[in-house]
């Protein structure tokens, strides 16, 4: 079983029970100032026992530690401070993030949707993304081709 416990210089530890004949003894699998997927990671990987990392973020907000805000969130609060400097994404983006936040708004076709995906691509994943897509064309059979192309006949009624 893992727990979190403050350590007296400001930072937390992710520790470990386990029972011995000599009565239950506590191993330390992480320190850190704020938990993070690198530090569940790190405990993970020395953890006698399975952990699951949505345990730990609860047991950690039960002690009151720190926890490293998700992707969303700080990709949110940098938008937000760009924002409150006068910054605005171009025209595209906005809609595209502004159909993200409440899709039920609508005004998005499916194509735009799809492609916000690519917003922040670089130009070398879309050229692979191209290059595998032309190879998938080159794949894909053409099958066999009458010599005399036949129209159906539209007979009178």
Excluded: C, Y
Aim: net charge positive.
């Amino acid at each position: 079983m893992a727990f979190v416990v403050p350590r007296k210089n400001g930072s937390w530890e992710i520790r470990e029970t386990r029972a011995t004949p000599a009565g239950p003894r506590s191993t330390t699998l992480a320190t850190f100032r704020e938990l993070n997927e690198s530090v569940i990671g790190h405990a993970k990987a020395r953890a006698a026992e399975p952990l699951d990392a949505s345990d730990l973020r609860r047991a950690a907000l039960r002690a009151g530690a720190p926890i490293e805000a998700p992707p969303a969130d700080r990709a949110a609060q940098q938008l937000l401070a760009e924002l409150s400097m006068g910054n605005r994404p171009r025209r595209g983006l906005r809609r595209l993030l502004a159909d993200a936040v409440d899709p039920r708004d609508g005004g998005l076709s499916d194509a735009a949707r799809a492609a916000q995906e690519w917003v922040d691509a670089t130009p070398r994943q879309r050229g692979d993304a191209l290059v595998d897509l032309l190879k998938l064309a080159d794949a894909l059979s053409q099958g066999r081709r009458p010599n005399r192309i036949s129209f159906p006949h539209f007979g009178h009624p």
